[in-house]
T-cell receptor, first 110, second 116 residues
Framework: TQLLEQSPQFLSIQEGENLTVYCNSS?????LQWYRQEPGEGPVLLVT?????EVKKLKRLTFQFGDARKDSSLHITAAQPGDTGLYLC??????????FGTGTRLLVSP | SAVISQKPSRDICQRGTSLTIQCQVD?????MFWYRQQPGQSLTLIAT?????????ESGFVIDKFPISRPNLTFSTLTVSNMSPEDSSIYLC?????????????FGAGSRLTVL
């Protein structure tokens, strides 16, 4: 069974701070995705990384896929209250199935 | 990407009853999935809803408890049978679509069930 462990589980910071969320596994994934979920909503895709070592930037968010395609990180620069939510990584197993990480709940206070 | 509508969005149910959740996608999709998200936790895959055949269930989930229908490429239902308080959770429908060379999931807003 593939497991994706995220750390930290919970993070409470002030607006303007930087943070990094980690997603680690002992399994290799064909791709890895990051989602953000807000209360009362389903998760929404932020990014997909496919190639080992790949780095993608989405405004203040930087995503990196590990060289061995077993881990990933999400770095947020100058966090804003609108970044508050549950961040989930998800690894693709085979062609269709996704395994979700344990989740990181982020609270950004003004 | 696809737009997914789920209903009911929330419900309060009595122990021992069953509830069916409906999921409608605005376009034809090959793969649909049902996930469970317990309060404050991540998503656990219940099953893959297969069009025209029986759903494929993950370990720990069985058809008698979570019967699933998939009559066509845009619609699926999940029934939570003989509910107990432990079934209180958010149930999410999702569809698989291709984007930028990778398969990604689009989710409905979820159905929050509370079992008393």
């Amino acid at each position: 069974t593939q497991l994706l462990e995220q750390s930290p589980q919970f993070l409470s910071i002030q607006e303007g701070e930087n943070l990094t969320v980690y997603c680690n596994s002992s399994s290799v994934f064909s791709s890895l995705q990051w989602y953000r979920q807000e209360p009362g909503e389903g998760p929404v895709l932020l990014v997909t990384v496919v190639t080992g070592g790949e780095v993608k930037k989405l405004k203040r968010l930087t995503f990196q896929f590990g060289d061995a395609r077993k881990d990933s990180s999400l770095h947020i620069t100058a966090a804003q209250p609108g970044d508050t939510g549950l961040y989930l990584c998800a690894g693709a197993v085979g062609f269709q199935k996704l395994v979700f990480g344990t989740g990181t709940r982020l609270l950004v206070s003004p | 990407s696809a737009v997914i509508s789920q209903k009911p969005s929330r419900d309060i149910c009595q122990r021992g009853t069953s509830l069916t959740i409906q999921c409608q996608v605005d376009s034809q999709v090959t793969m649909m999935f049902w996930y469970r998200q317990q309060p404050g936790q991540s998503l656990t895959l219940i099953a893959t809803a297969n069009q025209g055949s029986e759903a494929t269930y993950e370990s720990g989930f069985v058809i008698d408890k979570f019967p699933i229908s998939r009559p066509n490429l845009t619609f699926s239902t999940l029934t939570v049978s003989n509910m107990s308080p432990e079934d209180s959770s958010i149930y999410l429908c999702s569809a698989l679509t291709a984007r930028s060379g990778a398969n990604v999931l689009t989710f409905g807003a979820g159905s929050r069930l509370t079992v008393l």
